[in-house]
């Protein structure tokens, strides 16, 4: 069986690590029962083919992450690059159509919610419509996540892609309801939990032993990180949405209740590509401590100015776990670091009108602060004195991919049986439609996951 998984932006490697390490964990689990005279395995050996988009390209946004996580350099490049939403999109759709075509995979795996998650399952979808009927089984990871604000380009991703979808994998009970409501079969629904949280759980050790705290002049003694000095306070700050960096009134409000925040504790600021961009046009590096920046982290004084903000060029994933994990506070409006603090345990502040996340303020440490500098100031004082206590949602337990991989396998299993072949002799199977696909899914979780030992979690029928 061949399963292809795109990747293009950031959060997508954190996501699709973990897939990755599933599948070589099955194939080596198949090898270990045939060397040990156990006979034909009921499953079948994955090839995994991993292609990049491209959508992030340079060292600080890809290149790093693929080191932190340990994943191997991508079997295909598309290289894209940057552009406005509609020229990107359309560009990894005339990159990826051949090679789809070429490598004629079983299953597309798509994840998060960017360009190139809706772009390739598009081209996947549409070439059912080609008379041959063929295609790939198209599998959504972080199906179901709605903030319900159309204005977000990533809300659009995650309802087409999900509409277009046979198999659709959910993080939190939320996404259950949202895709009932929106007329998904049942029997395409898998709540598996989190890969996200199966990254951060794989790389927490190694997040123990980055010298970053001490690059940054964040502990109050010597000894490195693991001893001998105490964490100063610190708040990591990260902006990055258009909503919020594209104008300037906004990213003044969000800027100002942060610099009342580095009046009292330090603020720490990893800041994207974009984020930086906007500062300079916007005639805002003054607000901002920049002074003695050692290898792209800082100098080490982490306080600098009174008031100031700490600006770092982007952080690698294990240095970012690092910094989040030691945090007094996160501000942010990133979704994935939302459910990163609430596994953490750390309080989290989203400068956002809404969250696609729900489960991270029902059930972890995040609250929503809005947009207006007084909202975002009371905010961050209450989260800092209270400092919550959340609980870890269900199947966040590191073990979600090998749940996935399961389902997966045995979905193309079934498919191909109801089609009267035991085998796919050009890694392809054949339906009639999209939503025979569907039908194709496995109807329990719990039968798939023993295939592989993993815990199981529920289908929703």
Request: hydrophobic residues 40%; charged residues 20%.
């Amino acid at each position: 069986m061949k399963v292809l998984i795109v990747v293009g932006a950031r959060p997508n490697f954190m996501k699709a690590a973990p897939l990755v390490s599933a599948i070589k964990r099955h194939n080596e689990e198949i090898a270990r029962a045939s060397m040990g005279g156990e006979g034909q395995s009921s499953t079948e050996e994955v090839r995994c083919v991993l292609v990049h988009t491209g959508q992030h390209y340079d060292e600080h946004m890809s290149d790093c992450f693929f080191a932190d996580l340990r994943l191997s350099k991508p079997d295909v490049h598309l290289g894209v690059g940057s552009g406005s939403h509609a020229i990107q999109t359309a560009e990894i759709m005339k990159r990826f159509e051949p090679v789809l075509l070429q490598e004629r995979p079983d299953a597309l795996i798509v994840v998060g919610d960017v360009n190139s998650t809706l772009a390739c399952a598009l081209v996947a979808a549409k070439l059912s419509l080609e008379g041959s009927g063929i295609r790939p089984l198209i599998a959504h990871v972080e199906a179901g996540l709605r903030s319900f604000d159309r204005t977000m380009p990533e809300e659009m991703n995650r309802i087409l892609t999900d509409q277009m979808s046979d198999l659709l994998f959910v993080t939190e009970e939320s996404a259950l309801g949202n895709l009932a409501r929106e007329g998904v079969a049942q029997d395409k629904v898998h709540f598996v939990g989190n890969t996200m949280i199966d990254s951060l759980l794989a790389c927490k050790d190694r997040a123990k032993e980055s010298t970053v705290l001490d690059d940054l002049g964040l502990r109050s003694g010597a000894g490195g990180n693991n001893g001998g000095g105490g964490v100063l306070p610190y708040v990591l700050a990260t902006v990055h949405r258009p909503a919020n960096v594209d104008s300037y009134d906004a990213f003044l409000n969000i800027l100002e209740a942060l610099e009342d925040a580095a009046r009292q504790i330090a603020v720490v600021f990893p800041a994207h590509p974009r984020t930086q961009r906007r500062i300079k046009e916007f005639g805002l590096e003054a607000r901002f401590n920049q002074a003695g920046r050692v290898n792209g982290r800082g100098t080490a004084d982490a306080h600098g100015t009174p008031g100031a903000i700490r600006m770092l060029d982007p952080l690698g994933y294990v240095d970012c776990l690092c910094l989040m994990s030691h945090a007094a506070l996160v501000v942010t409006d990133s979704g994935g670091i939302q459910e990163e603090t609430t596994c953490l345990g750390v309080p989290c502040v989203t400068v956002r009108e809404n969250t696609e996340r729900p489960v991270t303020v029902s059930m972890g440490t995040n609250v929503i602060a809005g947009v207006q500098k007084e909202g975002i100031r009371a905010a961050v004082q209450r989260q800092l004195v209270t400092k919550p206590s959340g609980k870890v949602p269900q199947y966040w337990d590191g073990q979600s991919a090998g749940r996935i991989i399961a389902v997966i396998e045995q979905a193309v299993r079934r498919r191909r049986s109801a089609a009267g072949t035991d085998t796919s002799t050009d890694g392809w199977s054949r339906v009639a439609s999209g939503r025979e696909a569907g039908a194709g899914a496995p109807q329990s979780l719990q039968g798939a996951a023993v295939a592989t030992g993993a815990a199981p979690g529920p289908s929703i029928q």
